[in-house]
């Protein structure tokens, strides 16, 4: 829809964050700069619901997600910027997403919830299927520092539990 609108940019924003101001202005104008980025991702601050236990360190936190970006970013190898916050460049990477996302709901069904279908337990990734796909068709993977989202984490996303669940879904 957004290529047959002759929409050039497509930005994503989770539903538990939140744009901090001048966000939409800096992945633009990032886009403008470079114009083999693909995907432009945001640095990630928390809005804690709850105090943080001791244990979670910075490195914990990317699994929450959590992204400190102190300089401007190229990502490589198995790292893609975080969903919670995206720019994405129209052209057909994003009719092959589109493509495998239809795949995908047509063999798990309708959902019916956040991260529950037809009995299927979905834990996302969907962003890192995108990121994959500009990537293998030559894209640059990007994140800017001064592109900030705030959010929201739950408390039960800070018990060992929580992580334990997450690794063994993945």
Known sequence: EAKRLGAG????LDDDAAACHGWLDVLVAEFHRNRKAGIVGSQVIAEWCSTPPDWLGEKLQTEIPVF??????????????????????????LDIYTCEARKAANLF?????????????????????LCYIY???????????????????????????????KAESE
Do not use: M
């Open 68 to 93: 400190k970006i102190r300089r401007r970013k190229v990502y490589r190898g198995t790292h893609f910027p975080p969903g919670i916050g995206l720019g994405v460049r129209v052209n057909e990477c």
């Open 109 to 129: 069904g309708r959902v019916g919830g956040h991260g529950q279908a037809s009995g299927y337990r979905l834990t996302g990734g969907d962003d890192n299927d």
């Open 9 to 12: 940019l497509l930005f994503f």
């Open 135 to 165: 990537r293998r068709n030559g894209w640059a993977l990007l994140g800017v520092p001064g592109a900030v989202v705030k959010h929201t984490v739950q408390p039960e996303r800070l018990s060992w539990n929580w992580y334990l669940q």
